[in-house]
């Protein structure tokens, strides 16, 4: 597959602890310990939570004691490192009868036919042994982290009860999800109860199950995986080729950068490889699997850090790691689990000494490094990287790349678009696109200038540019390296064979669980955000102290035919300013963000509610605030006259309060419509200056056919139309003006602008869910 080559390895052994089996590569490590997160899991006390390790060693299999409280032991005797084979039995916290596990070979290579009957060829055509086998003797077996479960599934993404495959009266089984986190799968859909038949794969987690006979097959995704991409086609319109045809292969563990031109095509293929934007033709395989058939399950194991942050950056590099760990984790998952996820990370990418900075004072590689930790919080396969290095001095950015090649040697895919050449030499293939979409080059980068006849990059990328008549990617079909690199790699038998189910449109399509936990989290994370912003609480502060300055000065004393319009109108704009200005930016700005974590999982509703909790509860504090400076101590009526409900005072409080929440919604409207932050300034001037226009207090709407219908769109006309009713402007004020039925002192009257009120509010919140599907990723929309 156009990997990178590796010596000879320890052989395959089979470990057996407690009842359990599975299958050991020697392309990776093994975690022994209580934590749920580990390879081997036991629950005695005994063991200590990160307690041994089990890895490849010059040839042959080595266990490493980590430093366990009450020792590994071997034949009686207490060991630190040891090597181990078939045969050998290994107890953990206590030589006599601690918890114990056992290693044998692997028995000898299957035949096709049974190859076909005890591995995942059904879904994918891969023929990768089990990781571990459990006989259905149980009418019911429970899947999830918990210890208690019937099938322990060590992987912090499945719930710790996750769900049960149950045997029906007829010798059918069925699975049920248990109303887990990031849900259950089968064939890549997610369902809730489905029958399960022979070579149906149940995804949870990491781990796919798949039911051969009387046993069920667990196959654990570890991270060692290919993608292969198959005459991907991108077009626009009817004529315009952004990818033409673009076949390549990603071998396991491997390193891929991607580069090109401007125009090349490279961001297109990114979008194409991820699910946010599917090309219009060909196929995208990820171990075998259609990527685009089977996105709602595979999305899970694939990490994206696009160029710009997906982070908040004026939190703290471990407090946004938490905040992340919560939205991506069950809601069931201990504290200590996720810290202990969240730590790793960070040790991972070598940012503990600035685990407690605010990101915004990092680097921008140290950035980069965050914004990799995010995604590698849930251990995703493949990891892709838009311009990691963009902006980076060199320095930072061979710092960026070997970072990336130290996560593809422990266990990850990685590909990454870049303009720079200088660390190319890290990696194991380089892809190099050119205009129109077309491979000129895919292969290991050291043959890459050789075969283009340059000595420097720069020449050759001038090259692309100047002679854009010359057929590159002919060229390159026509070579060695292309036989070799990608027509031999992609040589391999159909991976989706005949009668696989395919999705129809009418499959259940769960709701993400836990969505009070999800609003929660958010919620806690955007006030955190917001507190850090000084700006912000300057503006929030200031804004309704200001306007209710104004009005105060224009009341007066008492609200008399020369100042009731113009207190109230100012009153009025104060509330729509309020609202607006709080919310005019928070969608746009973390326009990246949102589409991130949508993709993993974040509950569309859940995130529009954090918005409006939030910034509703400060946008009532400050409209109480506003009105209370401005009305406090002046006469808003004839002595003893009241509102129609409740005192005058009390019921103006209400109505602004509610015109500011009506106008903040408004305001995430328009957030939600830009595509630029740098946009929704003018915006906000114009909302204002359409809210007061539409208000009431400036032209005789009743009596103005079409503008009257369109001012009940304008939450100033309900707003100012309740305060209107409440003081009685008309009788203060004898005009035809103020001769508005909607400022009329009567209970209906009033009730009918609070209502209206109301119903805008849920309309803009309508529009701005429906404007967010926009910023989630394509294949999410069908």
């Known amino acids: 597959m156009g990997e990178r080559e590796f010596g000879p390895s320890a052989p395959q052994l089979v470990l057996d602890a407690e009842g359990d089996s599975q299958v050991m590569s020697p392309s990776r490590s093994y975690a022994v310990g209580r934590d749920p997160a580990s390879d081997v899991v036991f629950t005695d006390p005994r063991v200590s939570w990160h307690h041994a390790v089990l890895h490849e060693g010059d040839g042959r299999w080595v266990l490493d004691d980590v430093g366990s409280t009450n020792g590994t032991y071997t034949e009686g005797h207490r060991v630190r490192h040891v090597d181990v084979g078939p045969g050998s039995v290994v107890r953990f916290g206590d030589p006599a009868d601690g918890p114990r596990c056992s290693l ?12 076909q009957s005890s591995a995942l060829t059904s879904i994918t055509g ?29 992987d912090l993404s499945a719930s710790r009860h996750h769900a049960e495959l ?33 070579g149906d794969l149940v995804g949870i987690g990491h781990s796919e199950f798949c039911l051969i006979g009387d046993e069920l097959q ?33 071998g396991e563990k491997s390193l891929l950068a991607v580069t090109g031109p401007s125009g090349a095509g490279k961001s297109t293929l990114l979008n194409a490889l991820t699910g946010l934007r599917p090309a219009t033709g060909g196929t995208v395989r990820y171990d075998g699997r259609d990527l685009y058939r089977e996105y709602a399950e595979l999305r899970h194991r694939i990490g ?20 992340a760990a919560e939205l991506r984790f069950p809601g069931d998952t201990a504290p200590a689990e996720r810290e202990a996820r969240v730590e790793e990370v960070i040790s991972e990418l070598g940012l503990t ?204 004393r008492q609200l008399d035919e020369d100042t009731a ?73 004839p002595p003893g006259a009241g509102g129609v409900f409740l005192p005058r005072l009390v019921e103006i409080t209400l109505a602004v309060a509610l015109l500011s929440v009506t ?35 400036l032209l005789q709407l009743d009596q103005t056919p079409i503008l009257n219908q369109l001012s009940w769109l304008a939450p100033a006309r309900w707003g100012f139309g309740a305060m209107a009713a409440t003081v009685d402007l008309g009788a203060l004020l004898p005009d035809p003006l103020t001769d508005d039925p909607m400022f009329a002192h009567r209970g209906s009257v009033w009730l009918l602008d609070m209502g209206m009120l109301l119903a805008l509010s849920v309309l803009f919140g309508l529009v701005v869910a429906r404007l967010l599907r926009r910023r989630e990723p394509v294949i999410m929309r069908k």
């Open 104 to 115: 044998s070979a692997l028995p000898e290579p299957m035949t096709v036919q049974q190859r």
């Open 126 to 154: 891969s023929y990768r042994p089990p990781t571990s086998i459990l006989p259905l003797s149980a009418r019911v077996v429970r899947i999830g982290r918990a210890p208690d479960n019937d099938l322990v599934v060590s």
């Open 166 to 198: 149950r045997a029906l009266p007829d010798g059918r089984y069925e699975i049920a999800d248990l109303e887990s986190h990031n849900g259950t799968y089968l064939n890549g859909q997610p369902v809730f109860e489905a029958l399960v038949g022979q």
């Open 218 to 250: 667990e196959f654990v995704d570890t991270g060692i995986v290919d993608l292969d991409v198959e005459d991907l086609t991108v077009t626009v319109g009817d004529a315009h080729v952004l990818l033409d045809h673009v076949t390549f292969p990603v």
């Open 304 to 323: 994206l850090v696009p160029q710009d942050d997906i982070l908040h950056t004026q939190l703290r590099v471990r407090r946004a790691l938490r905040y």
């Open 353 to 556: 000494q600035r685990a407690d900075q605010v990101i915004s004072s990092l680097s921008g590689g140290q950035r980069k490094r965050v914004s990799v930790a995010l995604e590698l919080l849930t251990k995703p396969s493949l990891l892709f990287l838009d311009e990691p290095t963009s902006g980076l001095d060199p320095g930072m950015d061979r710092s960026v790349m070997q970072m990336l090649r130290g996560l593809a040697d422990d266990g990850h895919t990685v590909i990454v678009v870049t303009h720079s050449v200088l660390s190319l030499d890290l990696c194991d293939r380089l892809l190099l696109l050119v205009p129109g979409g077309r491979i000129a080059w895919y292969g290991p980068p050291g043959e890459a200038l050789g075969h283009f006849g340059f000595d420097h990059w720069p020449q050759a990328f001038e090259a692309f540019e100047s002679r854009r008549d010359h057929d590159w990617a002919g060229q390159y079909r026509a070579s060695t390296p292309y036989r070799r690199y990608i027509a031999g790699a992609m040589d391999h038998p159909a991976r989706s064979l005949p009668g696989t189910p395919a999705p129809t449109a009418s499959a259940p399509r769960p709701t993400p669980r836990r969505w009070g936990k999800q609003v929660s989290t958010l919620v806690r994370r955007y006030a955190t955000v917001l507190a850090a912003d000084k700006t912000f609480l300057a503006v929030m502060i200031a804004l309704p102290f200001i306007m209710g300055a104004l009005t105060r000065a224009l009341a007066g």
């Open 565 to 637: 319009l113009n207190a109230l109108l100012i009153l009025c704009v104060g509330g729509v300013l309020t609202g607006a200005a709080n919310a005019v930016r928070e969608l746009v700005k973390e326009t990246v963000i949102y589409q991130r974590e949508r993709a993993v999982g974040l509950s569309r509703s859940a995130y529009l509610c954090s918005k409006v909790v939030v910034l509703g509860t400060i946008t009532v504090v400050q409209s109480v605030v506003l009105t209370l400076v401005a009305l406090v101590g002046v006469g808003l009526g």
């Open 663 to 697: 106008t903040m919604v408004l305001g995430l409207l328009v957030s939600a419509v830009v595509k630029k932050e740098e946009v929704t300034m003018p915006l906000l001037v114009l909302v204002a200056i359409v809210q007061v226009v539409f208000c009431g207090a």
